[in-house]
């Protein structure tokens, strides 16, 4: 409470709002270069910091936030619909869109496993089968794309109902062996001779020349744009919908079968019903992830686009995004798009050419800055190092040790790794370390941040520069501020499950 | 009937490598209730690494010295990572994700420091294949068939026959217990994840040999083996192996027969590469056979905590 | 009469603990020493500074509604449980922060309530389990002849799956099972839960038998007064987390303290 009016009181931003300001400017910068994306990028922000404090001294004072909500509207939309009009070049807009549809899977399988609980790893799978279909329906059918999205959509909410009726009989990873054999078995399907005629086997289907341009001809209305905007549309419909689903006394039996599904039963929840209709709707998003996923790629699909590693991307986004959170589907597509595919390319040029970006280095530094100090608050520290030392020490002393341990594991590793290249004779290849990258950083949120990035920033918000000042100084008494944000944490939690 | 003949015996021989990568699920799940979504990507490696030993050393040193490299890391797995995750907290997702973690861990640094070109794989015993009466067998099949099988026995025997075993059984039953009774179970739980992953390694070594050695190599393998695994209730050995066995047949026959097969039944269609199918038949099993009797064929019913 | 004795006792509470601590300090060392120990589960705290001592083959026994703190205890002395706060000192070493298994190898071990066994495992191989830091054949043969000596009918079970016994059975299963580790002091939780008199008595008898023939020295835990004060030199009570009052079995048996604590079932089954 105290921390929350002094930091309302204040012009000085807070960490949480200074983290959102610097990633926020540099996505936008990132996409829009220097002048117009500082532009953007800075009213966007500010509109959206002035409203964030709006609401919270509403939410402070009991008052209604309707201004306040119509400011965040503003700033969003700074970011969603003008920053594409300034991009810098084509390949920045349908970079966005790429993580517009990215963020459409992950939502889709967050509803079915994040907030069920019912694991598939079989998604990359379903949005094949959306691809294909749009694929097939426009190509070999001669269908309209909207009407080939659509069938897209059906196939799949089919396929979805095909799984979920008798995924109600497995459990956990019995599931999550069912869903790895039709994700591993979908690429085989799709070349296998009998179906060639369909399917085009290993070259997939394409027709690049019939692409999907925007309705009226207008010169900034390009045909990225005009992909990326009905994508953006896609998405929100999506979160709409979902976000009522979750909402709803069916969503809430949702969640509620995920944590206890006696208690669920004892309540008088039909369970078979909400977790069918969970996987058919989050089929049937991924279908029609499925169809824009076709158009993203200039109408074109190969199997090799749909295979096992996609399905764990796309867990892996989701877990590190938050699990059962909107918001957090959302930001596990970017991640994916634009740390785990795009920064680590170009962390690995940069490594090799060795120009390094100062601004990216710098918004790096802030960051792991802001996660060390998390850590050393969540006091997930003392949990994971317990078994190293015989007493608890002070965060500080922890944090220390892990980064040394780190530190240690990093050099040890780089030096296996040099002898295996001695021995092999080959080189380090970084782009294809990636998957290490993702892995690692899962691991990481399973071990430290159950709440992934979303949860992240809930964290941050109730962190201040007093604490900060504390923690550089290395006065945060061990288990004090700790304890008590795990406490938070966990009655926070609480709200999240029963507010939906 | 040569040729079925011929057909069952390369299925069947194939097939126990199933069974020694599920055996592995299977000693990793008994001990940390944990399903290893990873152990391919992580015999993957180990293959590789053995690989790369194997330019330098002879093959019997390789070979022993893969295993090893297997069991430690399986070991620091389980030190570094698994026991980190909170008892209380593995439950539900937790669990799968984390291994799902270790796999893209592996195949990352797999393609990273190797590349993703196919190997091939040193063979012990290459030659021509034995001819027994109009059925010829592969060398390096009944290579692999007999490491296998020694291996299962292998491992039958120390859970079994050992007190080590029977302590390894004892944690796995009741961990807590275990505990009391002064059994180190973090210490078995290493050493389960070490046997476990020692599993996967000899199978990577032994399926190389096989096919050739690419990143991917194992893919289709952990789901066999799960399902090999599953056969045997996921805590039966002889259930494992019998399951690989099956699976391994059942792949073969498909391969050579399908088209046969269709035909005989009248369908409205023709099968032209029937080898194509080979995968894609087990798959279906599998996937039949989990939602007809989830507890396995062997596998008494019972509430698994898994 | 016995009014009298029990004032006496009821009054001293928590200092009386302290003095028969220090007051016992002064002869022989004790086995076992737990000084201000603070135990919680979460937020809930279920120990608030309890002081407690064993003395070597001396029988200890926890009284105490149920509750109150007695498996806590037990779990903390043995490593299941971490301290907030406090000191467990065995053999004149600290052993907090130690797992349960290497306090297992210096002989002090736990059977914890409810009779955790290896259900699918024979007796036999049960016994086994516990022999685990036994070292050498002939030791282990050694402690398991003396285990079946003081348990004949799991000699009879041997070969019979632990799951299949009967509760006594059972009971008498993890008392051997402690055994087979040669221990020194011996953690027993409400050994006679859900036993019949009979096989309550018997046990107790053969508890009793391995402290005076094995030396072996014995806290255990056992909300029936009659039967824990019948066989223990010293009485802890224990009430929501602390200890309310110390004494012998005689002292306690006349307590009003205890009389309070249990509504005089305890003292009257005597
Ligand atoms: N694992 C646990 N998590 C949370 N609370 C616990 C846990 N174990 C015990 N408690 C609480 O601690 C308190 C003391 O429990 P404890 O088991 O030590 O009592 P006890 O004296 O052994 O009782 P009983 O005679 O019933 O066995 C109880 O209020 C109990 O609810
Ligand atoms: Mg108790």
């Not at chain 3, 009389?259 to 305890?266: H, I, N, T």
Request: charged residues 15%; positive net charge.
């Amino acid at each position: 409470m105290k921390r929350a009016a002094w930091a309302t009181a204040s012009v000085i931003p807070t960490p949480v709002e200074l983290l959102a300001l610097i990633v926020g400017l540099w996505f936008a910068v990132y996409v829009a270069g220097p002048r117009a994306g500082l532009a953007v990028g800075a009213v966007g922000a500010a509109v959206m910091l002035a409203s964030w404090r709006r609401t919270r001294r509403g939410a402070q004072a009991g008052r209604g936030v309707s201004s306040a909500r119509l400011g965040w509207a503003i700033g969003a939309a700074l970011f969603a619909v003008v920053l594409p009009g300034v991009a810098k070049s084509t390949f920045a807009v349908s970079l966005m869109d790429r993580a517009l549809v990215v963020s459409l899977i992950v939502l889709s399988l967050n509803l079915v496993t994040g907030y069920t609980g019912q694991i598939s790893i079989g998604h990359a799978a379903l949005l094949g089968i959306g691809a294909y279909a749009a694929a097939i329906a426009t190509g070999q059918g001669h269908l309209s794309i909207v009407l080939a999205v659509a069938i897209g959509a059906a196939a799949t909410a089919a396929v979805g109902l095909l799984i979920g009726v008798p995924a109600l009989r497995l459990r956990g990873h019995y599931l999550g062996l069912v869903t790895l054999a039709i994700t591993v078995a979908f690429p085989e399907v799709l070349q296998v001779h009998e179906l060639e005629k369909y399917t085009g086997s290993f070259n997939g289907l394409s027709e690049f020349s019939r692409a999907f341009g925007p309705p009226v001809s207008w010169h900034w209305l390009t045909s990225e744009r005009w992909h990326y905007f009905v994508g953006l549309l896609v998405l929100l419909v999506a979160i709409w919908l979902v976000s009522n689903l979750v909402r709803s006394a069916a969503g809430r039996a949702l969640t509620a079968t995920r944590d206890d599904e006696n208690a669920a039963t004892a309540m008088g929840v039909d369970i078979a019903l909400v977790k069918i209709s969970a996987f058919v709707v989050s089929a049937a998003l991924a279908g029609v992830a499925g169809g824009l996923w076709f158009l993203l790629n200039n109408r074109s699909v190969a199997p090799d686009g749909f295979t096992l590693t996609q399905s764990i991307e796309f867990l892996l986004a989701m877990v590190i995004g938050g699990r059962a959170s909107i918001l957090g589907s959302i930001l596990g597509g970017f991640f994916l798009v634009y740390i785990y595919q795009q920064g680590v390319q170009a962390f690995s040029s940069a490594f090799q050419s060795g120009s390094r970006n100062w601004a990216d280095v710098l918004v790096v530094a802030l960051i792991t800055v802001l996660v060390l100090l998390w850590f050393s608050r969540r006091s997930v520290l003392p949990r994971t190092t317990r078994s190293f030392m015989a007493r608890p020490a002070s965060p500080v002393t922890r944090a220390g040790l892990v980064t040394g341990a780190v530190v240690v594991a990093a050099v040890i590793a780089v030096g296996v790794l040099a002898g295996l290249r001695f021995i092999t004779s080959t080189f380090l290849n970084v782009v294809a370390l990636q998957p290490a990258f993702a892995g690692a950083a899962v691991l990481l949120v399973v071990l430290a941040m159950p709440g992934g990035l979303a949860g992240f920033t809930r964290d941050l918000d109730a962190l201040s520069w007093a604490e900060v000042g504390e923690w550089l100084h290395g006065r945060i008494v061990p288990g004090g501020v700790g304890a008590d944000e795990q406490t938070r944490g966990v009655s926070r939690e609480r709200e999240r499950v029963s507010s939906g | 009937m040569t040729q079925l003949l011929q057909q069952t015996i390369t299925g069947a021989l194939t097939g126990s490598v199933y069974a020694v990568v599920g055996l592995g699920l299977v000693v990793i799940a008994q001990a940390t209730e944990i399903i290893n979504f990873g152990q391919a990507a992580m015999g993957t490696f180990v293959t590789f690494i053995a690989w790369s030993l194997l330019l330098r050393l002879p093959y019997p040193a390789g070979f022993l010295l893969g295993t090893i490299v297997a069991f430690v890391v399986g070991a620091l797995v389980e030190r570094l990572v698994i026991r980190m995750v909170p008892e209380k907290e593995r439950t539900g997702l937790n669990p799968l994700i984390v291994t799902l973690g270790l796999l893209f861990v592996f195949y990352g640094l797999t393609v990273g420091i190797y590349g993703g070109q196919p190997h091939p794989f040193p063979q012990p015993f290459a030659g021509p294949p034995i001819d027994l009466h109009g059925v010829h067998i592969g060398r390096a099949s009944l290579y692999l068939f007999g490491v296998s099988l020694a291996l299962v026995l292998a491992l039958y025997l120390l859970f079994r026959h050992t007190r080590l075993g029977l302590v390894l059984r004892a944690t796995a039953a009741n961990r807590t217990a275990a505990e009391l009774a002064g059994v180190p179970t973090d210490r078995m739980m290493m050493l389960a994840w070490g046997l476990g992953i020692a599993c996967a390694g000899v199978a990577g070594m032994l399926l190389a040999q096989l096919l050739s050695l690419t990143p991917n190599m194992m893919d289709v393998v952990l789901v066999f083996a799960f399902a090999a695994a599953v056969v045997g209730g996921l805590d039966s050995m002889v259930g494992t192996l019998v399951g690989g066995v099956l699976l391994g047949v059942l792949q073969s026959l498909t391969g050579v027969y399908l088209g046969n097969v269709v035909r005989w039944l009248h369908l409205p269609f023709n099968i032209a590469q029937p080898q194509q199918y080979r995968d894609l038949i087990a798959l279906v099993v599998i996937v039949v056979l989990l939602i007809v009797r989830p507890q396995g064929l062997f596998g008494r019913k019972r509430v698994v905590k898994l | 009469m016995s009014e009298k004795a029990g004032g006496e006792a009821g009054t001293s509470v928590c200092s009386r603990g302290e003095d028969r601590a220090t007051a016992s300090a002064d002869g022989a060392h004790p086995m076992l020493r737990v000084r201000d120990l603070w135990v919680s589960y979460g937020k809930l705290r279920v120990l608030h500074g309890v002081n407690l001592e064993v003395k070597r083959h001396g029988v200890v026994a926890l009284l105490g509604a149920n509750g109150a703190g007695k498996s806590t205890l037990l779990r903390a002395i043995s490593g299941l449980a971490r301290p907030d706060a406090g000191s467990i000192e065995f053999e004149d070493e600290s052993i907090v922060g130690q797992r349960p298994s290497s306090l297992v190898h210096r002989g002090l071990v736990h059977v914890p309530e409810r009779r955790p066994l290896f259900a699918d495992l024979t007796v036999e191989e049960n016994l086994m389990v516990g022999a685990y830091s036994t070292r050498g054949r002939s030791a282990i043969a050694t402690a398991l002849e003396r285990a079946f000596e003081y348990f004949p009918i799991l000699k009879e079970r041997s070969r019979q799956r632990a799951a299949t016994l009967s509760g006594g059975e059972q009971q008498m299963l993890v008392i051997a099972r402690a055994l087979m580790a040669s221990p020194r002091l011996l953690l027993l939780d409400e050994p006679s839960l859900g036993l019949a008199p009979l096989v309550v008595r018997d046990i107790y008898r053969i508890i009793t038998r391995i402290n005076r023939e094995q030396g072996v020295a014995v806290l255990m835990a056992e909300p029936n007064v009659g039967i824990a004060l019948s066989i223990a030199d010293l009485g802890y009570v224990i009430e929501t987390g602390t200890v309310m009052s110390v004494g012998s079995a005689a002292e306690l048996r006349g307590s009003e303290q205890v009389r309070r604590s249990y509504l005089g079932q305890g003292a009257a089954s005597t």
